[in-house]
């Protein structure tokens, strides 16, 4: 059986090798998607698509005021990741979200998200931790019924941790589907879509450390085949 092709939408090479190795373990072909060096047609041969982590979204993109905080923004990769993230659930393309792509799929979407979270939620939970990628910074709770529930097998997991943005109000048809204890949405997804779904934390940073959140990326390009 051929393999699914997924592309991988990102701002540059360095941040490609860990997700590209886990899709590949998991099954799959890798395209690697970058700002101004794809046109929107690219769209036609893949069979699922990766959003990755990096920097902000502009706060334009939900008729917001960038804080203060943010940073790095890029307008071409946030146009052409929220223009096919569309087109994806559109032709019933599965996508799956890590971190920055998490925050995509709401804003894609129509929801927005919470700019800066010291500024919004007082926790004592480190969200932004300087800790090594492959080591847990902190719990998240998993809704039952979900597919992220169904995926996982677990109620409770520690994940590690690299933002100070998250989801806020969700986009249409979206359910959140894990929390940290604070309240930070760490997970959603679309029940009603082949496969739409995102988390806030890097699973990709576990694939040298055992296969802790190998399951994600099996179901995902599962869904892709």
Not at 8 to 18: E, L, N, Q, T
Request: aromatic share 6%; glycine share 10%; charged share 25%.
């Amino acid at each position: 059986m051929k393999k699914p092709l997924i592309g991988i939408a990102s701002d540059g090479m360095r941040r490609v090798p860990k997700y590209q190795r886990s899709v590949e373990l998991a099954g799959a072909d890798v395209e690697v998607l970058l700002p101004r060096a794809v046109t929107m047609d690219v769209i036609d041969h893949l069979n699922g698509m990766l959003l990755t982590g990096g920097g902000d979204i502009d706060a334009k993109e939900f008729d917001e005021v960038n804080h203060p905080m943010v940073h790095h923004i890029n307008r071409d990769r946030d146009e052409m990741e929220l223009t096919l993230t569309r087109e994806a659930l559109r032709r019933g393309i599965p996508v799956f979200g890590i971190c920055r792509g998490v925050q995509l799929i709401n804003v894609a979407l129509g929801g927005n998200l919470i700019q800066h979270i010291p500024d919004e939620i007082k926790t004592l939970i480190v969200h932004d931790s300087k800790k090594a990628p492959g080591n847990p910074g902190h719990d998240v709770s998993i809704l039952q019924g979900t597919r992220l529930h169904a995926i996982i097998g677990k109620d409770r997991v520690s994940v590690n941790s690299f933002h100070h943005q998250s989801v806020k109000d969700l986009g249409k048809g979206l359910i959140a589907t894990a929390w940290s204890d604070d309240g930070v949405v760490e997970g959603l997804e679309l029940p009603d879509a082949r496969y739409f779904l995102g988390v806030q934390w890097h699973p990709e940073e576990f694939v040298d450390h055992g296969a802790t959140f190998h399951s994600l990326f099996e179901s995902f390009v599962n869904a892709c085949k």
